[in-house]
C-alpha cells in the first residue's frame, strides 16, 4: 500500500502547486507499475480462458462416458404382446428374434400362520428355532442344499409374540415375520412368509423348546412346522399358502423357474411374470434398438464440437482488425486440438476389419474441424453389427472361443490381436470320503460338524436318525453347512453328491483358495478315517505368447506385455491353443483416457494454468517492490518541493520586507510630502 508523508498543505507557504508537481513526477514514476499491472490482467485473462476450455473439456468428458463400455450399444427392446402377462428386459446375450410365450403358473412363496394368541404380548416360549428351505413331495421334505438351515434364538424374556417376530426378521434368515389380526378374541396370529418364492424354498421349522419338549402344542415349539409330521405333533402350524413354481413355456418348451423374474429362458432376455393365462400364449419380439447409442453419440458429437468452438474462440485472429483472442499462438491449447482430431479421424487399432473408421458409421469431421452425424447410417450400421459398432467406441475384446470370454482391461492394455493358450483349467477344492457314509446321526455322539470352506469355518449340528439314503444325508448336511455359510456371511457354499454311498463335498469356488475340509464327532461318519482333499487350481495359459497370471477362471495379461491388464474368463474347454482374442480401444475409451491426462492435476492444461498462476504470484511481487519505491520516490520529491516551497516562502517574505523599507525611504533632493 502507498503511504502519504504527514505534511500540512504542500504549497501554502509559497503558494507553489507542490501537489500538483508531484503527482505528474509520480505518473512517469509509476508506468512501470502500470505495465505490470497490464500484464497481470492479460494473464488473468489467459487463466480464465484456460478455465473456459477446461469446463468445455469436462463436458466433453461426461458424454464421452457413456461411450466407453458396451453397454449403450448392446440396447434390445423387449416387448409382450400380451402385457397384463408381464414385462422383459434384455442384457448381454439378447439377439432380435420373436417367441411365443404361454405361463401357465404363477411361482409363490409359501406362508406359515400360527393359532390364535389374544395379545402380541403373550408369551411364546424361549429356546431357538432353525429354519430349513427344501422340497416337500410324496410326504417327504428335503433340505435345499443351496438354501440352507439357519437358526434364530428366542431368549427368555423376549418371548412374546412381537419379541419373535422381530427376532426372525432382524436376524435376516430369508422368512419375514409379522402379525395377522383375524378380528377374533384370540385373534393375533404370527405368519411367517419365506422372502423366496419356488417349491424349493418351502419350509421346515425345527424348534429346541426350553421347556423340553419340541414337536408339541405348547411353548416355542408352537412354531414348529415339518411338514411330514403329524399335525399337533412337530406340524404345528398351518400353511395358508404352498410354495410353487412358475410354469412356462417358450417356444414350446417347458420352463420352471421359482422364482417369477425367469432369467435366460430366452438368452439375454429376463421375463418378469404378472399374471398366469393357461391357453392364452401371447408374443414376446426382441428388437435391436439405436436409441440409447444413438443418443449417447449424438451427445457426444455435440460436446466435441462445443470444445472445437471454445478453442476457435480463443485463439481465433482477426486478419482484418488485426486482433488476436487470448490464446492465440498458445501451444498447450494447439496441442490439446492435435490430440483430440487425430482420435477422431484415425483407424481403430483391433476393431473389425470392415468398419474401422467413424467416417464409416456416419461421423466425419468438416473442414473447420466441427464433426457431422450421419444418423441414417449410424443406425443402419448397428443393426447389420452392433459388436462392430461397440468395438469403434467402447473398450471392448472379443473371443473365437465360446468357452473364453473378454472380461475386463487397463489402460496400460494395447489394443490388438492375442493368441490364447491354455495349460490348465481352473478347478474347485473338494474333499472325498474315503468310504460310505454312516446313514445313522446319533444325538450327542456324532451329531456335531466342523467345516471349513475357503478358509472360513462354521461348525453345525446334523439331525439326529437314521437316513434312507446317503443323498438324504447329503442334503441335511449341505443345508446345515450352506445355511451356517450364509449366516455368517462368509459367502462361500459347497454342493454335496453321492456315488455309491460316497458322499463328496466341492466348494463353489474356483482356483487356489478354493478348499474343503471336516472335522469334529460327525466327519468321519461322513467322509471316513482317511477322505482325500484336493486344493483348487487357478487357470493357467498365455495370452500373446506370453504366460499369464491366473486366479480361478480368470487368465490376465502379464505385466510390461501388450497384453497387460487383457483379463479372460475360461471356463472350460480343452487344454492348448483357444483361438484368438481381439480388444479395440474404441474412439470414446481413447478419448476418455487421454481427456483424464489432460484435466488431471498435472496434466497439460492444470500444468499451463498453474505457470501463469506463477506468474501472478511473481508479478504480485514485483508490484509490492515497486509499490515500494514509489512509496519512498513521492516521500523524497514531497520533502524536496516543501523544502523548496519554504524557501520560496522565506525568499518572498524578505522581498516584500525590503520592498517595504525600500518605499519608505526619504526621497533624494526633495522634500517628502
Same mark, same amino acid.
Do not use: C
Given at each position: ?7 500540512t ?8 502547486d507542490?501537489s500538483g508537481?508531484?503527482d ?11 505495465q505490470?499491472g497490464?500484464?497481470e ?12 476450455l477446461k469446463? $468445455?473439456l469436462?463436458a ?6 457413456a ?13 409382450l404382446? @400380451? ?9 448381454d ?13 404363477? #411361482?409363490q412363496a409359501?406362508k406359515?400362520a400360527?393359532?390364535?394368541f389374544?395379545?402380541v ?6 429356546g431357538?428355532?432353525?429354519?430349513t428351505f427344501? =422340497? ?5 421334505f428335503?433340505?435345499?442344499?443351496s438354501?440352507?438351515a439357519?437358526?434364530?434364538t ?6 412374546s409374540?412381537?419379541?419373535?417376530r422381530?427376532?426372525?426378521n432382524?436376524?435376516?434368515?430369508g ?6 389380526n ?12 419365506s422372502?423366496?418364492?419356488g417349491?424349493?424354498?418351502s419350509l421346515?421349522?425345527?424348534?429346541t423348546?426350553d ?5 408339541d ?16 405333533s412337530g406340524?404345528?402350524m =398351518?400353511?395358508t399358502v !404352498? ?19 425367469v432369467k ?6 429376463t ?5 398366469a $393365462?393357461?391357453?392364452?400364449p401371447?408374443?414376446v419380439?426382441? !428388437? *435391436?434398438?439405436a ?5 449417447a453419440?449424438s ?8 470444445v472445437? $468452438?471454445?478453442?476457435t ?6 486478419a ?10 498458445d501451444?498447450?491449447?494447439?496441442a490439446?486440438q492435435?490430440?483430440l482430431?487425430s482420435l ?11 468398419? @474401422?473408421?467413424l ?5 466425419k469431421?468438416?473442414?473447420d474441424?466441427?464433426?457431422t452425424?450421419?444418423?441414417?447410417k ?7 453389427d452392433?459388436r ?19 472380461t475386463?482391461s487397463?489402460?496400460?492394455t494395447v489394443?490388438?490381436t ?7 483349467l481352473a ?8 468310504t #460310505?457314509?454312516?446313514?445313522t446321526i446319533?444325538?450327542g ?7 471349513t470352506?475357503d478358509?472360513?469355518?462354521v461348525?453345525v449340528t446334523l ?5 434312507a439314503?446317503?443323498a438324504?444325508?447329503a442334503a ?5 453347512? @450352506?445355511?451356517?455359510l450364509?449366516q #455368517?456371511?462368509?459367502?462361500a ?17 474356483y482356483?487356489?483358495?478354493? =478348499? ?5 464327532a460327525?466327519?468321519a ?10 486344493a ?22 502379464a ?5 497387460e491388464?487383457?483379463?479372460?474368463l475360461?471356463?472350460g474347454?480343452?487344454?492348448?491353443a ?11 475409451y481413447?478419448?476418455?483416457?487421454v481427456?483424464?491426462t489432460?484435466?488431471?492435476s498435472?496434466?497439460?492444461v ?9 506468474s ?6 514485483r508490484?509490492?517492490?515497486?509499490q515500494?519505491r ?17 524557501q520560496?516562502?522565506?525568499? $518572498? ?6 520592498? *517595504?523599507?525600500l ?6 533632493g526633495?522634500?517628502s510630502?
Amino acid at each position: 500500500m502507498a503511504t502519504t508523508p504527514t505534511l500540512t498543505s504542500p504549497g501554502i507557504g509559497s503558494g507553489l502547486d507542490v501537489s500538483g508537481i508531484v503527482d505528474k513526477l509520480m505518473a512517469v514514476e509509476r508506468a512501470p507499475l502500470d505495465q505490470l499491472g497490464k500484464a497481470e490482467t492479460a494473464v488473468q485473462s489467459k487463466i480464465s480462458a484456460y478455465g473456459t476450455l477446461k469446463s $468445455s473439456l469436462a463436458a466433453l468428458q461426461a458424454a464421452v462416458k457413456a461411450l466407453t463400455t458396451p453397454a449403450a450399444f448392446r440396447s434390445m427392446t423387449a416387448q409382450l404382446a @400380451n402385457t397384463a402377462l408381464g414385462t422383459a428386459t434384455t442384457g448381454d446375450g439378447a439377439v432380435p428374434g420373436s417367441y411365443r410365450l404361454e405361463v401357465t403358473q404363477l #411361482a409363490q412363496a409359501q406362508k406359515l400362520a400360527t393359532a390364535g394368541f389374544a395379545s402380541v404380548s403373550d408369551v411364546v416360549g424361549s429356546g431357538s428355532l432353525t429354519f430349513t428351505f427344501g =422340497t416337500f413331495a410324496a410326504g417327504a421334505f428335503t433340505p435345499s442344499g443351496s438354501a440352507g438351515a439357519r437358526t434364530v434364538t428366542i431368549p427368555a424374556g423376549a418371548d412374546s409374540l412381537a419379541a419373535v417376530r422381530d427376532a426372525v426378521n432382524a436376524a435376516n434368515v430369508g422368512v419375514a415375520a409379522s402379525i395377522v389380526n383375524d378380528g377374533s378374541a384370540t385373534g393375533q396370529r404370527l405368519v411367517f412368509s419365506s422372502t423366496a418364492s419356488g417349491a424349493a424354498n418351502s419350509l421346515r421349522i425345527t424348534a429346541t423348546d426350553d421347556d423340553g419338549a419340541n414337536t408339541d402344542a405348547s411353548g416355542l415349539s408352537r412354531l414348529a412346522f415339518d411338514p411330514a409330521a403329524t399335525a399337533g405333533s412337530g406340524r404345528n402350524m =398351518t400353511e395358508t399358502v !404352498a410354495a410353487q413354481d412358475a410354469l412356462l413355456t417358450v417356444d414350446g418348451v417347458a420352463i420352471r423357474s421359482a422364482s417369477n423374474t425367469v432369467k435366460d429362458a430366452i438368452a439375454g432376455v429376463t421375463l418378469n411374470l404378472a399374471s398366469a $393365462s393357461p391357453g392364452a400364449p401371447t408374443t414376446v419380439t426382441i !428388437a *435391436q434398438s439405436a436409441g440409447p447409442a444413438g443418443a449417447a453419440v449424438s451427445a457426444f458429437v455435440k460436446a466435441y464440437n462445443d470444445v472445437q $468452438s471454445t478453442i476457435t474462440s480463443l485463439t481465433r485472429y482477426n486478419a482484418a482488425t488485426k486482433t488476436p483472442s487470448i490464446l492465440t499462438g498458445d501451444g498447450t491449447v494447439r496441442a490439446v486440438q492435435t490430440q483430440l482430431r487425430s482420435l477422431i479421424g484415425g483407424t481403430i487399432t483391433g476393431a473389425s476389419a470392415t468398419l @474401422n473408421t467413424l467416417s464409416l458409421v456416419g461421423i466425419k469431421s468438416t473442414t473447420d474441424g466441427q464433426l457431422t452425424m450421419d444418423s441414417a447410417k449410424f443406425n443402419a450400421a448397428l443393426a447389420a453389427d452392433p459388436r462392430a459398432v461397440e468395438r469403434l467406441f467402447a473398450a471392448a475384446g472379443s473371443a473365437t472361443d465360446a468357452l473364453v470370454g473378454y472380461t475386463a482391461s487397463t489402460a496400460k492394455t494395447v489394443a490388438g490381436t492375442y493368441d490364447v493358450a491354455i495349460t490348465q483349467l481352473a478347478t474347485r477344492g473338494a474333499l472325498v470320503g474315503s468310504t #460310505a457314509a454312516g446313514l445313522t446321526i446319533t444325538a450327542g455322539v456324532d451329531d456335531a460338524l466342523t467345516a471349513t470352506v475357503d478358509g472360513h469355518t462354521v461348525t453345525v449340528t446334523l439331525a439326529a436318525g437314521t437316513y434312507a439314503s446317503a443323498a438324504a444325508l447329503a442334503a441335511e448336511v449341505a443345508s446345515k453347512v @450352506n445355511g451356517a455359510l450364509a449366516q #455368517a456371511g462368509a459367502g462361500a457354499s459347497v454342493t454335496i453328491a453321492d456315488a455309491a454311498g460316497v458322499l463328496s463335498l466341492t466348494s463353489a469356488l474356483y482356483g487356489s483358495a478354493s =478348499t474343503v475340509a471336516l472335522s469334529g464327532a460327525a466327519a468321519a461318519t461322513l467322509v471316513g478315517a482317511a477322505p482325500t482333499a484336493t486344493a483348487g487350481l487357478d487357470v493357467a495359459g498365455s495370452i500373446g505368447g506370453v504366460p499369464g497370471a491366473g486366479s480361478g477362471q480368470s487368465l490376465t495379461g502379464a505385466t510390461g506385455s501388450p497384453a497387460e491388464g487383457l483379463k479372460l474368463l475360461v471356463t472350460g474347454g480343452a487344454l492348448g491353443a483357444r483361438g484368438t482374442v481381439s480388444y479395440a480401444r474404441g474412439a470414446g475409451y481413447a478419448l476418455d483416457q487421454v481427456l483424464t491426462t489432460l484435466l488431471a492435476s498435472t496434466g497439460a492444461v492444470q500444468t499451463r494454468t498453474d505457470g501463469l498462476q506463477g506468474s501472478i504470484t511473481d508479478m504480485d511481487k514485483r508490484k509490492d517492490v515497486l509499490q515500494a519505491r514509489l512509496d519512498r520516490v513521492q516521500a523524497a520529491y514531497l520533502r524536496q518541493f516543501n523544502a523548496l516551497d519554504t524557501q520560496l516562502a522565506q525568499l $518572498s517574505a524578505t522581498s516584500t520586507y525590503l520592498a *517595504q523599507q525600500l518605499a519608505n525611504l526619504p526621497k533624494i533632493g526633495g522634500n517628502s510630502k
